[in-house]
């Protein structure tokens, strides 16, 4: 039997590759003999360098730049010939901020622009940007500022930085250092990785949509959105493109919508690149049975998440999918099914919030084996 093990990052406690082999331990416990093969994936978010790392793409780098709220942090990202891989929780995540430290009118997105920028220095041509897990939704902002654009108020002063500054957003000027090279609009090519498909603004948008996952009430998210209709207006007229209804512009605060502006980036689908760029599948078509996972499945999972993209496409080749998560907040089999999933196993069902958080690989272990019913169904008869 050929198993292969293609996990997502469980958000805020393991790494797609930590995951992966948590899950591998219990499979070598239910079936001795299997083959397994790990593929450690993401859509964009968590786990893209790690990602791109193990499958043996690119070497690691590090450099101090301001986190979301200015405090330094220590960014990773990859060198792989001469595209350079980014995850802006990197530089901008919301792991850096404990609940009491959130900032969401305030908080930006500088850090990643001086990661592009010091990717452009290092003789980089092309960038591959992960978008997840920020902590702003200044609309990238943020990111333009750090690359070396300058964003003006009225009285020709730069505009505080965050959501809230965008509101006396009035002149946007470019890098002085800029010089045309055609290689996209600041000479770097960018591909922007979403894993949503939302607009910047509306219903659907930054502000209404992810603005309380970054610590924003109602008073607030009515701000953002304000700011970021006033920001897409004078984008519009100072560069000239309408970003309001950009798929996937609302990805990372808005920052998928400013990568565009001001990089000419092109906008994707996460999981489906990252997929492609790491040959899932031909280790697809080598394997009886997949197993993929995230650590909360839900609704947004079938919006770009890498475990559905995982299940659709082991669905096209006809091969069983078993998809395990944290929790669970879906009971629909009949769109598990539609979408390739053949099973779920949510590990809150058998052990308390308490136990996964404490021990996140050891649990996810133990999780799989006290669902030892499922687990084996699956292994014997893929289903």
């Not at 730069?158 to 009035?170: C, D, N, S």
């Not at 946007?172 to 290689?183: D, T, V």
Request: hydrophobic share 45%; net charge positive; proline share 5%.
């Amino acid at each position: 039997m050929r198993i292969l093990i293609a996990t997502n990052a469980f958000k805020g406690t393991l790494g797609p590759l930590a995951a992966a082999r948590a899950i591998a331990r219990a499979v070598r416990a239910v079936l001795p003999g299997a083959e397994i093969t790990l593929f450690p994936v993401s859509d964009g978010g968590d786990g893209l360098l790690e990602a791109f790392m193990f499958h043996g793409h690119g070497s690691l780098r590090v450099l101090t730049v301001p986190g979301p709220v200015f405090k330094p942090v220590r960014a990773k990202w990859v060198m792989a010939g001469d595209t350079a891989v980014i995850e802006i929780a990197q530089a901008s995540g919301l792991k850096y901020l404990s609940k009491s430290q959130l900032a969401p009118l305030d908080a930006a997105t500088f850090g990643v622009g001086r990661l592009i920028r010091a990717a452009a220095r290092s003789g980089a041509r092309s960038a591959l940007v992960g978008l997840g897990g920020s902590a702003s939704n200044d609309g990238g902002a943020g990111c333009a500022a750090g690359f070396g654009f300058k964003l003006l108020d009225r009285a020709g002063a730069p505009v505080p930085p965050g959501a809230r500054g965008l509101l006396k957003l009035e002149k946007i000027l470019p890098p002085a250092f800029l010089k045309p090279n055609g290689l996209g609009r600041a000479g770097i090519k960018i591909t922007a990785l979403t894993d949503v498909d939302n607009p910047l603004t509306g219903p659907r948008g930054s502000a209404i949509v992810y603005g309380p996952q970054k610590g924003a009430g109602p008073a607030e998210v009515a701000v953002m959105e304000s700011a970021l209709v006033h920001y897409a207006r004078v984008i519009k007229r100072e560069l000239g493109f309408d970003v309001r209804n950009i798929k996937g512009g609302a990805a990372a605060g808005g920052l998928g919508a400013g990568l565009h502006a001001f990089f000419g980036a092109e906008l994707v689908s996460g999981a489906a690149f990252v997929l492609e760029r790491l040959g899932f599948e031909a280790a697809l078509k080598r394997s009886d049975l997949v197993i993929t996972g995230e650590g909360r499945f839900d609704q947004q999972s079938f919006y770009g998440k890498a475990p559905v993209a995982v299940a659709r496409l082991a669905m096209r080749h006809k091969k069983p999918t078993l998809l395990v998560c944290g929790s669970c907040g879906l009971k629909d089999r009949r769109r598990f099914a539609a979408n390739g999933i053949s099973r779920v196993i949510a590990l809150d069902e058998v052990l308390t919030l308490a136990e996964l958080l404490e021990t996140p690989a050891k649990a996810l272990t133990d999780g799989l084996l006290l669902s030892m019913e499922t687990l084996s169904n699956f292994l014997r008869f893929g289903r």
